[in-house]
């Protein structure tokens, strides 16, 4: 059973009800007031933005469409094309100016490299020939001198020797016959291969000295005489105006050194009585050292010189000999006698021609070699 409404709350829900709608409508328009205003603050500020983005485009392109900015504009472009194109050709210069250095460098390290291979197989070749390093002994007369830079076309190891056999030697018997001392002979082969301009050792036996003078015209890959003028000097040595003719013809280094060599022979034929050693005797010892035939040389010394190395870590040309050439010149029963006499055939016929034009030389020294501004001894 429903309970009846008093009037009194009958009353109050209406008036609640009515100023809820009163208020309702009231914010319902001041709600579309507010959003209105809103709209029409929008579209006025949208316009603004507008007008104003327009008037800014609209003087920037009345400034752009003047004279003076125009000019201003083409300036600052054709400005930046110069600095443009300068820094291109700078970067295009600078690249030529490398490819030309390094055109440069490299024709240069080319060029380096070609005359270091030049001298590479220039050394080569020497060296096959044995002449590529300082040796005296088994080297060429003309390259020896060469070396020695001396206006005086005689190897210096000849001029020690000869010098001081004069001083102190030429009474010693048997100078140019007796070997001497093998071991001293070897020390001073080392020591001019070392270095040509180096003293004789103060004391040093006479006999000494004249080996090692032999030894090194033995050991030339020539003859002072040449292969080439074998025939002709042999046939004339019965002649000295023949004999003087046809050394002219010799090289100036061998010229100047065979009339050293003769020179110091007279002169230890001159103490003959002394030395025991006359023209004849002198002749044939020296003669198989200074003159032969291509093919037909005295080997004697050959195994010694080629053996001998400056120092353990450089190897010679020719692999070294299970024995030394002065073993070879022992006889048998000997016992390593170091004063043994050098025979003369070493297996090979005596060249008796070449003893007589040795024989020659000597006995008239003074007149076949009269342009030679012989020598003149102290």
Request: net charge neutral; charged share 25%.
């Amino acid at each position: 059973m429903s309970s009846a409404i008093s009037p009194q709350w009958h009353e109050k829900a209406s008036g609640f009800f009515s100023s809820s709608g009163a208020k309702l409508k009231e914010a319902g328009q001041s709600a579309g007031t507010f959003v209105g205003d809103v709209a029409k603050d929008t579209k006025s500020s949208v316009a603004d933005v507008a007008e104003r983005v327009g008037s800014m485009v609209k003087s920037r392109w009345t400034l752009l469409q003047q004279p003076s900015t125009r000019h201003a504009v083409q300036e600052r472009l054709i400005s930046a094309a110069a600095t443009t194109g300068t820094l291109l050709r700078k970067g295009i210069s600078e690249t030529k100016d490398k490819a030309s250095v390094g055109k440069v460098k490299v024709e240069e390290v080319a060029k380096k490299t070609a005359q270091k291979s030049k001298t590479i197989l220039t050394d080569i070749e020497r060296w096959q020939k044995g002449v590529a390093s300082t040796d005296v002994f088994g080297v060429p007369i003309d390259v020896t001198v060469q070396r020695q830079q001396s206006s005086r076309a005689v190897p210096h190891i000849l001029v020690k020797c000869a010098d001081y056999l004069i001083l102190s030697g030429l009474n010693s018997q048997y100078l140019f016959k007796l070997e001497g001392d093998k071991k001293i002979i070897q020390q001073l082969v080392s020591l001019y291969n070392q270095d040509s301009t180096a003293s004789l050792p103060e004391g040093i036996n006479p006999v000494d000295v004249a080996a090692l003078a032999k030894c090194y015209i033995a050991s030339l890959p020539e003859p002072l005489t040449t292969f080439e003028l074998y025939n002709e000097i042999k046939d004339a040595r019965s002649s000295i105006y023949a004999m003087r003719n046809i050394l002219k013809s010799l090289p100036h280094v061998n010229y100047m050194t065979l009339e050293f060599v003769t020179a110091l022979l007279l002169r230890v034929s001159q103490k003959s009585l002394l030395n025991k050693m006359d023209v004849r005797s002198l002749s044939m010892e020296i003669a198989p050292v200074i003159m032969w035939q291509k093919g037909k040389r005295l080997d004697t010394y050959s195994q010694y010189w080629n053996r001998l190395s400056r120092n353990p870590s450089k190897q010679n040309l020719d692999p070294p000999a299970a024995y030394s050439a002065w073993d070879m010149l022992a006889e048998e029963g000997e016992g390593g006698d170091a004063s043994s006499l050098i025979p003369l055939d070493d297996g090979m016929p005596v060249d008796f021609g070449a003893i007589e034009v040795v024989q020659c030389l000597i006995e008239h020294h003074n007149e076949i070699f009269t342009d030679a501004n012989e020598t003149i001894w102290r």
